[in-house]
């Protein structure tokens, strides 16, 4: 396993569509491991595939419940929304308001390629969603709703403006 640069915004290779992954081969495991350890040493919820510069339908995501693989992810159901701050290791250190769905079930292939769903609220729906959208070539900032602004300063603006 290794660490991978993740690409971040300005790299043209963020604003590309990814294709489906056929069939589960070293190269393929061997980037799901990378992926994995790459998004637990930068701290991150989830990464996709082409923030390490792999045009693959491939997400991982920790929202805190545990390690999530998703090949060719698709979005069945979406329900609710949730507004909130949110970031992206493709775009360090600044964070934005985005809405999201409050609850998500996605169809996907696991690291066996067999099918499963998976339901997720709160932080995992908007991790799925976030991770998703990155196979389609779009970033959080796309959806931004507030200015997006250094994350320390805008946790700080948010704090004053709840209380």
């Known amino acids: 396993m290794a660490i991978r640069n993740i690409r971040t915004e300005g790299d043209e290779i963020l604003r590309k569509k990814c294709k489906e992954v056929t069939g589960l081969t070293p190269k393929i495991t061997t980037l799901i491991e ?3 350890e790459t998004m637990y040493d930068a701290n991150g919820v989830g990464l996709a595939a082409p923030q390490v510069g792999i045009l693959k339908r491939i997400v991982v995501i920790d929202a ?25 290791l493709s775009v360090p250190g600044k964070t934005a308001t985005v809405t999201r769905p409050n609850y998500v079930k996605v169809k ?26 990155h196979l389609e070539g779009v970033l959080y900032v796309d959806k931004a709703e507030s200015p997006i602004m250094d994350s320390e300063a805008y946790y700080e603006k948010y704090k004053e403006e709840n209380e």
């Open 34 to 36: 990378d992926m994995v």
């Open 64 to 88: 805190g419940e545990g390690l999530h693989v998703l090949i060719n992810p698709v979005i069945l159901e979406t329900d609710g929304e949730q507004t909130g701050g949110e970031g992206c």
């Open 108 to 133: 996907a292939l696991d690291r066996e390629m067999k099918e499963f769903v998976l339901e997720g609220t709160e932080l995992l729906a908007r991790a799925i969603c976030h991770e998703c959208d």
